[in-house]
């Protein structure tokens, strides 16, 4: 079910580990591709609960969600991460987890999808420790990216979060697609999320 949050709502949750915002309404299912097959949901279409210049599969019960980073008016800088905008983000509560799947964008940024990575981590730890940052360079869509796993620790919460994520170049700008657990505990379950993201992604226009 979706649910409405309120500023302050959202400003308890970004302190802790990310934004969240009000949402355009779950899509529908795709017909199957088969007979009894499970039906595919896909975020990024026209029509879909985040329209973007790529799409990809959701995992089960994952709950997308637009967001205006305007719209959130004194809150905007907690959704941005750098030069890269929150566009939608993908809620892993009502599959059990508690964290997102993120996608920024940074409009008119091209280059490198491992430089974009570096930059965003860089600009993601707001004064935490990072480490174990890990790179590679992938293909994703068909075409060239790159993929990190880092570590980060908050000294004042004691709190330790790992997360991933993998970027791309599109006609919007560089796109940084980020799984964002709140605790390190919650990454591994979360993982398969993420991968299927990165498995399925397809570049629209």
Same mark, same amino acid.
């Given at each position: 079910? !979706?649910?409405?949050?309120?500023?302050?709502?959202?400003?308890?949750?970004?302190?802790?580990?990310?934004?969240?915002?009000?949402?355009?309404?779950?899509?529908?299912?795709?017909?199957?591709?088969?007979?009894?097959?499970?039906?595919?949901?896909?975020?990024?279409?026209?029509?879909?609960?985040?329209?973007?210049?790529?799409?990809?599969?959701?995992?089960?019960? #994952?709950?997308?969600?637009?967001?205006?980073?305007?719209?959130?008016?004194?809150?905007?800088? !907690?959704?941005?991460?750098?030069?890269?905008?929150?566009?939608?983000?993908?809620?892993?509560?009502?599959?059990?987890?508690?964290?997102?799947?993120?996608?920024?964008?940074?409009?008119?940024?091209?280059?490198?999808?491992?430089?974009?990575?570096?930059?965003?981590?860089?600009?993601?730890?707001?004064?935490?420790?990072?480490?174990?940052?890990?790179?590679?360079?992938?293909?994703?869509?068909?075409?060239?990216?790159?993929?990190?796993? #880092?570590?980060?620790?908050?000294?004042?919460?004691?709190?330790?979060?790992?997360?991933?994520?993998?970027?791309?170049?599109?006609?919007?700008?560089?796109?940084?697609?980020?799984?964002?657990?709140?605790?390190?505990?919650?990454?591994?379950?979360?993982?398969?999320?993420?991968?299927?993201?990165?498995?399925? !992604?397809?570049?629209?226009?």
């Amino acid at each position: 079910m !979706l649910v409405k949050i309120s500023k302050v709502a959202v400003a308890a949750v970004l302190a802790v580990g990310g934004c969240s915002s009000t949402s355009s309404p779950t899509p529908q299912a795709e017909a199957p591709s088969a007979p009894g097959a499970a039906a595919a949901v896909r975020v990024g279409p026209a029509g879909s609960a985040c329209e973007l210049p790529v799409s990809f599969e959701l995992a089960e019960d #994952w709950e997308p969600k637009a967001v205006d980073v305007e719209a959130l008016g004194e809150l905007a800088e !907690l959704a941005r991460v750098g030069v890269f905008n929150v566009r939608c983000e993908i809620d892993a509560k009502p599959a059990g987890n508690i964290g997102f799947l993120r996608v920024h964008v940074a409009g008119g940024l091209s280059g490198a999808p491992r430089d974009h990575l570096k930059m965003f981590v860089k600009a993601s730890s707001r004064g935490q420790e990072v480490s174990g940052a890990t790179y590679s360079d992938v293909q994703i869509g068909g075409g060239q990216a790159a993929e990190v796993t #880092w570590e980060s620790y908050n000294k004042v919460l004691d709190h330790k979060s790992k997360y991933s994520a993998f970027a791309l170049n599109t006609k919007d700008g560089a796109m940084v697609v980020q799984l964002s657990p709140f605790g390190a505990d919650e990454h591994p379950g979360m993982l398969p999320a993420f991968q299927l993201a990165e498995r399925t !992604l397809e570049i629209t226009s």
